[in-house]
């Protein structure tokens, strides 16, 4: 039986009984047997661009269950899907404008399924911006703790309308939106805190530079009392 760490137990817990599932860069296939191993998923696909993580997926599979057949498949992202194949598609442990690739390489098919649950090691808040506009929704966000880091599960959804506006995928709007506290956790006041932390030295990094652009300041100065309300906005929930 799969024992999932924090992180993939989280991303697990978003996939509904019944549902088909794809695991996008499936690595060494935990996630997908794990739901098909706990009855989730009566169908699970484990996908990934690399031949060596595949086979290790596949022992897996051989291993736990030498009597099932499983459906791996090796290519790029969700090129190996049929556009509705299946009603979940995971993408996890990679960078955010790497999925924004993935999803964009072929936007009808990413609109074709019902969900996806994505969780970036980084560039969320671009990953966000693309999300929103293009014609996703992030129905469901978490905060897990896995080792030193906390990292961030969204579950998103296609809408018909995209979200569009004047702030750019670099605002911190994109990176810390107001949701957070609609999602919050008890982890949330720890993962603001540290990320107000290091706004604050790099605003104190700025501020010492005899040539920094007064501009380039007040961004920062600004992101910092952003965190500080969204904190404030926590405190006065809780």
């Known amino acids: 039986m799969i024992k999932l760490t924090p992180r993939l137990k989280t991303i697990a817990d978003e996939i509904e009984k019944g549902e088909t599932m794809a695991d996008i860069g499936t690595d060494h296939g935990f996630l997908p047997l794990y739901l098909w191993e706990m009855g989730v998923c009566p169908h699970v696909i484990m996908a990934d661009i690399s031949k060596g993580s595949l086979s290790k997926a596949e022992e897996n599979c051989r291993s736990l269950h030498p009597d099932t057949a499983f459906d791996l498949r090796l290519g790029s992202g969700i090129e190996v ?14 960078g955010g404008i790497l999925m924004t690739g993935i999803l964009g390489a072929d936007i ?62 670099d605002d911190i709007e994109y990176e810390f939106p107001h949701k957070l506290i609609d999602f919050k956790n008890e982890l949330t006041e720890e993962y603001l805190n540290k990320k107000l932390d290091l706004e604050k030295l790099i605003l104190k990094s700025m501020s010492q530079g005899r040539q920094e652009e007064p501009a380039r300041l007040r961004r920062q100065n600004y992101r910092v009392e952003y965190l500080e309300y969204l904190l404030r906005r926590l405190g006065n929930e809780n």
């Open 108 to 169: 009808e098919k990413s609109w074709s399924f019902k969900k996806l649950v994505l969780q970036p090691r980084n560039r969320i808040g671009q990953l966000r911006w693309w999300l929103y506009n293009n014609g996703f929704c992030i129905s469901n966000e978490k905060l897990v703790r896995e080792g030193k880091y906390i990292c961030e599960v969204l579950t998103v959804v296609p809408r018909e309308i995209a979200v569009t506006g004047d702030l750019g995928p």
């Open 81 to 94: 899907l049929d556009t509705g194949e299946v009603e979940a598609v995971v993408i996890a442990g990679m």
